[in-house]
């Protein structure tokens, strides 16, 4: 499937990719790149405001518009206080195309640092299939027994595709 066919594959998309399409020169280019900003920024915006926990689909629309079109893998952590409003929300690991080495002690070090007594965990699948891997499962169990000799509780790990999401803790694995 071409990348300019999908509106999250238009809005990540590089110039070079545009060369040769009708109607679409630097400016035209310079305005996607805009949206896709302005779009970014409103759900950081969002984010702040809201406790994602009191809207799920909130949350996976911030996650979806952080991770959507990524051409790697991309971890990140959202951290919780203990009202489970959000203190912030980092991307901690970025990896290859099909691959991201995440490190539990990274995580903790940081939720220790600002405070954090809840975690959600999101990461992105590039070839578009939101379905965790064994890889995906493993580690979340690692990070999660890592994290309950400190008090913290990770409450869900989001797996963003195209268009598609699949949750841990929606699926009784969390």
């Known amino acids: 499937m071409n990348k300019l066919e999908s509106l999250p594959g238009l809005l ?3 110039y070079e990719q545009f060369s040769g399409v009708h109607g679409i020169g630097v400016a035209k280019f310079a305005q996607l790149k805009g949206i896709a900003e302005l779009a970014r920024r409103y759900y950081n915006v969002r984010m702040r405001e809201e406790s994602p926990l009191l809207s799920p689909e909130m949350t996976r629309e911030f996650l979806q518009s952080q991770l959507t079109g ?3 893998e991309i971890f990140m952590v959202i951290f919780l206080d203990s009202q489970h409003r959000v203190i ?3 991307r901690l690991f970025s990896g290859t195309l099909n691959h991201v080495e995440v490190h539990p002690r990274e995580i903790i070090r940081e939720a220790i ?3 954090a007594s ?3 965990l999101a990461h992105n699948h590039p070839s578009g299939c939101a379905e965790p891997s064994k890889a995906d499962k493993l580690i979340t169990e690692r990070i999660i027994k ?3 000799f400190m008090d913290l509780r990770v409450l869900d790990h989001i797996v963003i595709g195209r268009g598609e999401y699949v949750s841990f803790a929606e699926r009784g694995w969390i």
């Open 113 to 115: 640092k600002i405070n």
């Open 88 to 90: 912030t929300h980092s």
């Open 146 to 148: 890592s994290c309950q």
């Open 12 to 14: 990540t998309s590089e």
């Open 118 to 120: 809840a975690l959600i």
């Open 70 to 72: 990524e051409e790697r």
